[in-house]
């Protein structure tokens, strides 16, 4: 089933952008937030500070008063020149207002507000509030004398600069936070547009691919994850390409193989219905050789079936095998073969070869290879059986004096039906299998097979399978 296009809404652009998107707007959101709060707050302090120390110095003048009536206010606060409240007001200890330099003075009239009543009380208090781009700040402090409250001094300020400068600060923290917005956004969608369009080549690639075109390469620049996945993606693809092509090299060689002994039974069958006056000697030699040309499609389609069984298989039955004793019984079975072809067969059984395998695998490992150490000897020939116990496994090898394998047939000769001598396997009786059946069995036991030249001539081929371990031993 073809999987859908991921729709607008799910794509990996809209998703990231909708990501950065909302870290962006928070970090901007703070960016405008708390640098202004910071700021109102250390204004608000000093606003604090300085209308307190400016409270503090009205209420020390009026400490040597002896009593507060307007004269002796206007005489103690009038001097003070460090004073710049805009209003200042002085209350008795029942709050009337005494003094009063406002716009429109209040004395004679009694104020009662939160802060003087706290005054009043003996605390001081303090407010400040931003409003219409200026602090508007109160502060207030009680007048003791001999350790009573007999007033209140209460200060008032307006103060537009600290104000201005506020708003301005406001104004630069909003062209900065468009400025970045403005540059992450360029970034993103710069960096989001090549990502996208990387994984677009990468899905391309693995579309391309699964419609068959197992030659075609995905190429995605630079050298992260994304890269990294492309070149994955490339071998596995090379991988399937060898595979497919392995495949299709099989069927044809297949039916190659199948070919021949059908067409010779066609052949012999035609010859004997069209050939009315054929004797009943020369019908009987067609008949046998008809008769071997299906024993050789049956011995094909056994080693076929060999093969699909271990292509199938996960796992194989693990015993203690005596390699020694499959070796020798291999050498007794193939004595006649050997003596036929007039080569001689000599044992090199080393101790303790006890490998963990399938007992009927190492004696199928042993005749494939002897029978072609055999088939493929000279006249006078050896073929020499040696095993050998190393560490945690058992060493099995096969070396011949025979014709041996030209270098750049080595790596190929364990391809299904790759010969190298054609003509003298298929006389053989030869498949082209063995070998492929041989590396398979290998394999599932978790073993390796190698091939090398003799020296003085001739192949050794070496298999290496895992030792058999008793219960307990490390
Ligand atoms: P076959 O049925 O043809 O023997 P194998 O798979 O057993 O198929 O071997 C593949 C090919 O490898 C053979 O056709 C032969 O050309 C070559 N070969 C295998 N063993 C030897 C050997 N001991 N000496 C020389 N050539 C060999």
Known sequence: MVPARPSVLHSMQLRMAMGYGLVIAVLLVLLNTYPLLMTQNLMFRSQQTALENQAALVVNSLTTADELTAETLEQAIAPLDELDADRILVTDEAGLVLYDTGEAPAVGKYILTGDVVSALRGNDAFSSRFIGGAFQSRASAPVMTRGTVVGAVCLWQRDEGQGLLLGEIQRNLRLVSLVVGLVVLTIFAIFSTRLTS???????????VRAGEYTHRVSVTGHDELAQLADEFNQLTGRLQATEEERRRFVSDASHELKTPLASIRLMTDTILQDEAIDRETTREFVADIGE???????????????????????SPRERVDVNARAEQTCRMLAPLARE????????????CVACCDPEDVSQIFRNLMENAIKYNVPGGAVTVSTRRAEDHVLLEVADTGMGIPAEDRERIFQRFYRVDKARSRAAGGTGLGLSIVQDTVRLHGG???????????????????????????
């Open 448 to 474: 390796t097979i190698d091939v090398r030249p003799r020296e003085g001539g001739g192949t050794v081929f070496s298999v290496s399978l895992p030792a058999w371990r008793e219960e307990g031993t490390p």
């Open 293 to 315: 040309s299906a024993d050789r499609l049956i011995h094909i389609s056994q080693e076929l079936l060999a093969l699909n069984r271990l292509d199938e298989a996960r796992t």
């Open 341 to 352: 072809a007039g080569v001689t067969v000599e044992n090199d059984l080393g101790e303790d």
């Open 198 to 208: 990387r994984v677009s080549t990468l899905l391309g690639g693995i579309r391309t």
